[in-house]
T-cell receptor, first 110, second 112 residues
């Protein structure tokens, strides 16, 4: 059974800092890995999708890496801004469903 | 291009009642997924529909059911509501199986 763990559970940083969110999964037989952002009480916004054959994806200030063999992914956020404050969720796709981690609650202080 | 839409936005029901939630996928997407996000339990996979058929379901009782229509929209039905069914229900769609999933804004269900 696939299990996804995200570390840390919560993070508070001053504006402008670079930060790394971590995601690990137990079963390396995945099709892809997605990083999402969720604002309080809202749906999910897809940030980055990494196919199982890829090592990383970049979008603006975001960079996500994937090491399938070790079951790890990181989301790097450069020059953080208060608007980045949200819950960040990692999800792996396998067996035609997404399995989510519990998320990292990020607060960027101005 | 319109995203995934869900209705209603909020819903309050009484224990024992039945509820139907609706989802319209992005145009051209044939797969629809339903997830439940209950307080303290995280996001959990409920159901996957593709080409009108239920293809996979998560670890939920049979009173959670649904269907997908010929236009690929979908309904989630929950019978005999229980207090613990209170949650945000999220629908997602993808172009095909194993492709990127795009999520709707969700339906907040409160069972009293």
């Amino acid at each position: 059974k696939q299990e996804v763990t995200q570390i840390p559970a919560a993070l508070s940083v001053p504006e402008g800092e670079n930060l790394v969110l971590n995601c690990s999964f137990t079963d390396s037989a995945i099709y892809n890995l997605q990083w999402f952002r969720q604002d309080p009480g809202k749906g999910l916004t897809s940030l980055l999708l990494i196919q199982s054959s890829q090592r990383e994806q970049t979008s603006g200030r975001l960079n996500a890496s994937l090491d399938k063999s070790s079951g790890r992914s990181t989301l790097y956020i450069a020059a953080s801004q208060p608007g980045d404050s949200a819950t960040y969720l990692c999800a792996v796709e396998g067996g035609n469903k997404l399995v989510f981690g519990a998320g990292t609650i990020l607060r960027v202080k101005s | 291009e319109a995203g995934v839409t869900q209705s209603p936005t909020h819903l309050i029901k009484t224990r024992g009642q039945q509820v139907t939630l609706r989802c319209s996928p992005i145009s051209g997407h044939t797969s629809v997924y339903w997830y439940q996000q209950a307080l303290g339990l995280g996001l959990q996979f409920l159901l996957w529909y593709d080409e009108g058929e239920e293809r996979n379901r998560g670890n939920f009782p049979p009173r959670f059911s649904g269907r997908q229509f010929p236009n690929y929209s979908s309904e989630l039905n929950v019978n005999a509501l229980e207090l613990e069914d209170s949650a945000l229900y999220l629908c997602a769609s993808s172009l095909e199986r194993n492709y990127e999933q795009y999520f709707g804004p969700g339906t907040r269900l409160t069972v009293t």
